[in-house]
């Protein structure tokens, strides 16, 4: 059991290029969620997703986009990079009422834009 | 003031100490709490839920208070293992939005 799956694992890409980080899960979560976490800082919520063709912008969504067509996945996009992107970026997924279960995370993707 | 409110420490402490972190929530309605552990450039990892009525998973007890809108992770006989950051989790008590996550309290457990 895979549980949440994120690749690539590191990555830098220069200012201007474009990428996508893969997320997927395999424990039939509808939640999905992308929190990005600068170093010494806490996680900050990107965008989320309650099920599949649905999404919703979270507290720092600008210059991200993210697209939910199977369950299974919810990948982002960053179209112009730029180094305040510089972050590691967590996918996390969780059942409906992640009240009652909490999240189980990705681990990570390490991102740096120079 | 912040929805989710945690000292970062670093709280610095020997091996077999008791140490205990509190957390404050703004939303009085929130009915979900939850404490995660964050090892060094690692991802976040449930480490245990909190009842109303306080619960304790081995050597850890949590404990929640709601008049005072706080929570608390208390750690006996501290291991080097332990030495981590310790996440605060809170539900935002509307519809379907996710989960809020506190910065963290950063605790090394020194031999």
């Known amino acids: 059991n895979a549980g949440v799956t994120q690749t690539p694992k590191f990555r830098i890409l220069k200012i201007g290029q474009s990428m996508t980080l893969q997320c997927t899960q395999d424990m039939n979560h509808n939640y999905m969620y992308w929190y990005r976490q600068d170093p010494g800082m806490g996680l900050k919520l990107i965008y989320y997703s309650v099920g599949a063709g649905i999404t919703d912008k979270g507290e720092v969504p600008n210059g991200y986009n993210v697209s939910r067509s199977t369950t299974e996945d919810f990948p982002l996009r960053l179209e112009l990079a730029a180094p305040s992107q510089t972050s590691v970026y967590f996918c996390?997924?969780?059942?409906?009422?992640?009240?009652?279960?909490?999240?189980?995370f990705g681990s990570g993707t390490r991102l740096t834009v120079v | 003031r912040k929805e989710v409110e945690q000292d970062p420490g670093p709280f610095n402490v020997p091996e077999g100490a008791t140490v205990a972190f509190n957390c404050t929530y703004s939303n009085s309605a929130s009915q979900s709490f939850f404490w995660y552990r964050q090892d060094c450039r690692k991802e976040p990892k449930l480490l245990m839920s909190v009842y109303s009525s306080g619960n304790e998973d081995g050597r850890f007890t949590a404990q929640l208070n709601r008049a005072s809108q706080y929570i608390s992770l208390l750690i006996r006989d501290s291991k080097l293992s332990d030495s981590a950051t310790y996440l605060c989790v809170v539900n935002k008590p509307s519809g379907n939005t996710p989960l809020v996550f506190g910065k963290g309290t950063r605790l090394s457990v020194i031999a």
């Open positions: 996390a997924s969780s059942l409906p009422g992640p009240d009652l279960h909490g999240y189980t």
